[in-house]
């Protein structure tokens, strides 16, 4: 999967509406609820806003080819898996050397799928309502839906798709997300995975418009052991995100983001 912005945008035409600032001054929407006396109901946190990557890695023109490395130490899969993950990165890292990136599902605008899609690389909209959280993600439209306190379905009545069905609960000041039933065919960072694998995230707050996103990765077919890492993303404060599709000319017209003293 190419993950650095400029191939992402250039390997097809693509329109850009972009995350633009908004003019008028609000309060960002990403804050901890306040604590609560004692015996009083605990309130969850606010995390509806738009959020990105943090920091940017993608920062100055410098880093505009930077290829994100894969996360944490990597997955320790079994074997052939092992074997064969190691050539295709070793095949990709030479063709991206010499200039001839492979084609992969994001230079061919298909969707990210799960946890892809939570690593931010383009800003994600999240909508936080009663019985679910929304993510919508900028680049290519993509919708994630987070059922919160619903039961789990079993794996035969899920309907494999990018990002599964996920099942969400709160610990305290803690997003406790379930994914199951994500397709064999949607890779992170071309680690492969069976169709058991279940996707653990925990996402909290850690500071004003910060949050982190602790992901396990489970899968007793082709990991020996669970694959576990973290994103962080920040809120954009006073941005509206709107859409990135294949179906008309390339436009890059994103507006600067408001600037994050953190």
């Known amino acids: 999967m190419v993950l650095h912005k400029f ?12 995350c633009a600032a908004v003019s008028a001054k609000a309060p960002s929407p990403a804050q901890a609820a306040p604590a609560a006396a004692s015996g009083d109901q ?11 990557i ?24 079994k074997e052939p898996y ?5 050539k295709l990165r070793d095949e990709r890292d030479a063709l991206i050397k010499a200039g001839t990136p492979r084609v992969d599902p994001s230079t061919q605008c298909m969707p990210e799928g799960m946890p892809m ?30 059922y919160l306190d619903k039961p789990m379905r079993e794996l035969d009545d899920i309907n494999p798709s990018f990002y599964g069905f996920s099942s969400a609960k709160w610990e305290g000041d803690t997003l406790v997300v379930t994914t199951k039933g994500v397709k064999e065919d949607t890779h992170f960072f071309e680690i492969p995975h069976s169709r058991e694998m279940v996707i653990t995230e925990r996402m909290r707050l850690t500071g004003p418009d910060l949050m982190e996103n602790v992901i396990t990765i489970e899968d007793p077919v082709m990991l020996e052991e669970p694959y576990t890492f973290t994103t962080a993303t920040g809120a954009i404060p006073n941005m509206k995100c ?21």
Do not use: C, H
Not at 7 to 18: C, D, N, P, Q, Y
Not at 43 to 51: D, F
Not at 55 to 70: C, I
Not at 242 to 262: C, L, V
């Open 54 to 77: 943090y920091p940017d890695p993608f920062a100055g023109d410098e880093n505009t080819f930077l290829e994100l490395p894969v996360p944490g130490d990597g997955p320790k899969l």
């Open 42 to 52: 605990v309130t969850e946190p606010n995390i509806t806003g738009v959020w990105e």
């Open 7 to 18: 191939t992402m945008l250039t390997a097809v035409a693509l329109s850009l509406g972009a």
């Open 117 to 146: 899609i939570m690593g931010a690389i383009f800003p994600l909209e999240i909508l936080q309502t009663p019985g679910q959280i929304t993510v919508l993600a900028e680049f290519l439209t993509q919708t994630r839906r987070i």
């Open 82 to 86: 092992a074997t064969q993950w190691k």
């Open 242 to 262: 709107w859409n990135i599709t294949a179906s008309e000319p390339t436009r890059f017209s994103r507006s600067p983001k408001t600037a994050r003293s953190k």
